[in-house]
């Protein structure tokens, strides 16, 4: 039950658009089209974005989408805003489990 | 409102026990999986455990099988963690969070609860 490996830190102007990462193997993210995003902000509980693999839950901003190829999942976030700052987490269904990502804190520059 | 309060969090030492109690309110507690989920200070997210609406379908992360126990009341619409020899990498805020689809027995997770905080130290 290794962690999926995310970028560190991404970061991007508002109104740019970026790409995080989400890197696992046949067992978790290739194996299984449930990969599912999750955005926390400091002090908060996380807040589900997309889910399996590229579908957005009802008042989710259309900004956020994601896809899948391979053992690797991205999230990309366009026309990026301030709000958009906070740590985001990719998540995946193994056989028997859920694996979160490592990790990644999106500053807006 | 659709909602999960979680409590039972506190001071504990190592070797220790603490049970935990996640109480849903708002929707069909019965009808939904649920997992908590914990996050040590500054570090990620970090799946535990899962049980499916009907008890029948339990799973837990290597590092706290045989140690932890899921379970739930779906007549009071709560969920339980049991943590039993708790170390010091235990101490975490633990979330509960509700799987997205009514009966599904796994899948993203959609609602979480606001957390609450173990710290496992002599």
């Known amino acids: 039950q290794s962690a999926l490996t995310q970028p560190a830190s991404v970061s991007g102007s508002p109104g740019q658009s970026i790409t995080i990462s989400c890197t696992g193997t046949s067992s978790d993210v290739g194996g299984y089209n449930y990969v599912s995003w999750y955005q926390q902000h400091p002090g908060k509980a996380p807040k589900l974005m997309i889910y399996d693999v590229s579908n957005r839950p009802s008042g989710v901003s259309n900004r956020f989408s994601g896809s899948k190829s391979g053992n690797t999942a991205s999230l990309t976030i366009s026309g990026l805003q301030a709000e958009d700052e906070a740590d985001y987490y990719c998540?995946?269904?193994?056989?028997?489990?859920?694996?979160f990502g490592t990790g990644t804190k999106v500053t807006v520059l | 409102e659709v909602q999960l309060v979680e409590s039972g969090g506190g001071l504990v030492k190592p070797g220790g026990s603490l049970r935990l109690s996640c109480a849903a309110s708002g929707f069909t507690f019965s009808s939904y999986s649920m997992n908590w989920v914990r996050q040590a200070p500054g570090k990620g997210l970090e799946w535990v455990s899962s049980i499916s609406s009907s008890s029948s379908y339990i799973y837990y992360a290597d590092s706290v099988k045989g140690r932890f126990t899921i379970s739930r009341d779906n007549a009071k619409n709560s969920l339980y963690l049991q943590m039993n020899s708790l170390r010091a990498e235990d101490t975490a805020v633990y979330y509960c969070?509700?799987?997205?689809?009514?009966?599904?027995?796994?899948?993203?997770?959609?609602?979480w609860g606001q957390g609450t905080m173990v710290t496992v130290s002599s």
């Open positions: 998540s995946s269904y193994t056989s028997s489990s859920t694996v």
């Open positions: 969070a509700r799987v997205r689809i009514a009966v599904a027995a796994r899948g993203a997770f959609d609602i």
